[in-house]
């Protein structure tokens, strides 16, 4: 299998349905090796500028376009992305360093989403209010315009698509900076887009830096609406950008999300799905299961149990698809190490591998920190890798307070076969989304995704995607 990325290669930014090739080039790093993977067009202000000119001429004709062809354009995107997902998935593995089978579920995700939202789009559409004798009122959903897209390097297929495919269903055109660690799968698709006879300047991607091409496009009076996924630090920067041009923005940001394990868990059925949470993508998801908030009679049972499948996930580059890949940079290994030379003793991992065959990559091992203080900056802060803190805890009013202690709220999960347990507890936790007996990162196209408190604002996926890019127009008519 191939993917035809290598370095003769230069990947460009996709402006009015165009390539267009930067005066400047960076060098995107393979995290399985440190080498360098391919050659991308460093965009700022001028292309961001042009892609922005090329979203405003293309989207009155796109939003004119009846719901039924822009529902078929959309699934005919969805069966091309189908079509080349193996590509993708390599490609997305390469550039990222996950696993290739988690990077063929991103993939078939991503195609998903437009799929999804070709489905629902239809059955999007306004009310009629009832009011006064003689008087007609009626709302429709309205699209934004141009829309702007930050997006981040842990999933950059997946975030592309869930935040551009309700985008352009309800008739904007969009305007995506990827993250400048992983930018391959962002040209790929945005070429689909295209062969999917949707029309040339509705979907434009400016590849570059996030202080240049980034901030430019956050600054941009052009844009009507923007998207961020990514950094409280830098969610907060752009926003404050936005508010000078009164641009309305939603926020996916980071999160600390809770694992909680009532006395009652089938902790057979819990381990592995716990294990999951913190490994998949080396626990570089927002909605990692980061903490294990574990009841006391369980704890030594649990810790265990998670020990010997932490002990037994194998390590390696992306594409040989072990369990666990590389980091995505050097910057994210060496703050994944200061977190953990600050935790103390682990329980297992806890030092990036000695092993001659791993040289070069980001590497660093499924770590478990057990009875980690709550007030600690492993039990607050987000790591992003592969490293599980384990906290105990022994009555309800603990687990709940523990739970809703840091300043994210983006998911969270209860393990309880008692229903009412399930209800009392995850109807007191502060989060977007809620499990129970289960844990959702980074999956659930329909499911609303968002955070509560600094995890961010608005939401993403599921139907509640559609309002967020639409703005309600109410027309009142005075009958005869
Ligand atoms: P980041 O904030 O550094 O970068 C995200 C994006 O912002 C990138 O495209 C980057 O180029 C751009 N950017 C950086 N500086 C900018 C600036 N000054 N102006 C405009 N754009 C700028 O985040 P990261 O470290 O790349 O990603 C990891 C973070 O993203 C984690 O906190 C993670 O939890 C979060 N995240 C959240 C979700 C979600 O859906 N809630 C999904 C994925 C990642």
Sequence with gaps: MTDGVDMTMRVHS??????????DTFEDIDPSTGQPLASVARGGAVEIDQAIEAARQAQPRWGAVSAADRANALRGLASLIEGDRDQLALMESRDTGKPLAQAVADAKVAGRYFEYYAN???AFFGRVIPTAPGVMAYTEPVPL???GHITAWNYPMQILCRTIAPAIAVGNAVVVKPAEEAPLTSTHIAKLVLEAGIPAGVVNVVHGFGEEAGAALAAHPGIDHLSFTGSVEVGSTV???AADNVTAVSLELGGKSPNIVMADADLDKAMPVIAKSVIQNAGQTCSAGSRLLIHQSLHDQAVAGLADIFGAVSMGPGPSDPDLGPLISATQLERVVGYAETAGAAAVG???????????????PA????????????????????????????SDDQAVEVANATEYGLIAAVWTQDLNTAHRIGGQIQAGQVYVNTFGAGGGVEFPFGGFKK?????????????GFTQTRTTIIKLD
């Design 14 to 23: 996709l402006i009015g349905g165009d390539e267009v090739a930067a005066s």
């Design 120 to 122: 629902t789009l239809e």
């Design 145 to 147: 315009g141009v829309t």
């Design 239 to 241: 926003s404050k950008a």
């Design 350 to 364: 806890g030092k990036p591998p000695t092993d001659a065959e791993l040289a070069g990559g980001y590497f660093f």
């Design 367 to 394: 770590t478990i920190f057990d009875d980690v203080d709550p007030d600690s900056r492993l039990a607050h802060e987000e790591v992003f890798g592969p490293v599980l803190a384990v906290i105990p805890f022994t």
């Design 455 to 467: 995890s961010g604002y608005g939401r993403e996926k599921g139907f509640e995607a559609l309002a």
